[in-house]
């Protein structure tokens, strides 16, 4: 099936099934066409608005046989068997590492492309908030490679991109579609998100490590809740205060304990947090 690709489809059917593969909710039909209309290979990669398909059977035709349309509230693009990602896995084009690559990038081309206020780009934009909400998951296995880092940071230190990323999605409010502007800084995002590469060249250009903000207070609690071991200790080296206090655990031991992140409580408590602080009501 695969080989029966068409030639000229083909680095775009890849991607979708990358997408397809490795994603962690359903891709609805609308976003698939997204997906394809954002170009990633080319030497001048875009989203193109002329590039969406208009009918369900111009999807199919990416993939024929190996995907199929499921009637839900929305269209749904699913693998058309469970057969078909266990055959995939086993090809270098979908292991994590290249489809997360594959993945990011195309999400990162899309938000720097679409243009509009949030709630037009809401409206207009079928994967915004679907890109806005996967890239980072992906990005932390993608950073794996060197080039995709400077595209991660490049994206985070634009102010209207990560404005536009923040709107649509924040990792530590998942829960509310309208998370409006950030809460923290870019550092504290890249802890959250586990992203130990951006991290780095941020504080490296200076980004404050004790900055407050966002649900979890700080950037030593964000990763500290999320068990990004790495980060944490970079953090504690570079003269994050292990006992600050707020956020949504009340300190970082506290979310690594909540976790159930035992290396990192290990860590914290080495360098001295204290033990008898409880989490405030």
């Known amino acids: 099936m695969i080989e029966g690709i068409p030639a000229k489809l083909k680095k775009d059917a890849i991607r979708l099934l990358q997408f397809l593969v490795h994603s962690r909710q359903p ?4 976003e698939a066409k997204e997906v394809i209309a ?4 080319d ?20 993939c024929p046989s190996l995907v199929t ?20 896995l086993e090809d270098d084009q979908f292991k994590v590492v290249t489809a997360s690559i594959s993945i990011t990038r195309t999400c990162l081309t899309y938000l720097t492309d679409i243009k509009g206020s ?3 780009i809401k409206r207009d934009f079928p994967l915004a908030r679907y890109a806005a909400k996967v890239w980072a998951d992906n990005a932390a296995s993608a950073q794996a490679s060197e080039d995709i880092v400077p595209a991660i940071v490049s994206f985070m230190e634009n102010e209207v991109t990560f404005q536009r990323w923040t709107r649509l999605y924040q990792a530590d409010r998942f829960w509310d579609d309208d998370p409006g502007p950030p809460r923290g800084s870019r550092l504290y995002y890249a802890c959250l998100a ?15 490590v004790n900055a407050q ?12 809740s999320r068990g990004h071991q790495e980060i944490v200790k970079l953090l504690l080296d570079k003269g994050a205060d292990v006992n600050a206090q707020g956020g949504q655990y009340g300190n970082a ?3 690594a304990s909540e976790g159930g992140h035992q290396e990192i409580v290990k860590l914290l408590l080495d360098k001295g947090a204290d033990d008898t602080s409880s989490r405030p009501p």
């Open 27 to 30: 891709l609805k039909l609308a």
């Open 118 to 120: 949030c709630q037009k």
């Open 194 to 208: 586990g992203l130990i590469a951006p991290v780095r060249d941020f504080i490296g250009k200076g980004a404050d």
């Open 43 to 62: 030497e001048r990669p875009g989203f193109d608005v002329k590039r969406r398909l208009f009918h369900k059977t111009d999807v199919l035709k990416y």
């Open 253 to 255: 031991l506290q979310a």
């Open 213 to 224: 903000g966002g649900e979890y207070g700080n950037a030593l609690q964000a990763a500290s």
């Open 69 to 88: 349309v499921v009637y839900t509230t929305d269209k749904e693009l699913h693998l058309a068997h469970f057969s078909v990602k266990e055959y995939l």
């Open 38 to 41: 954002t170009q990633v290979e």
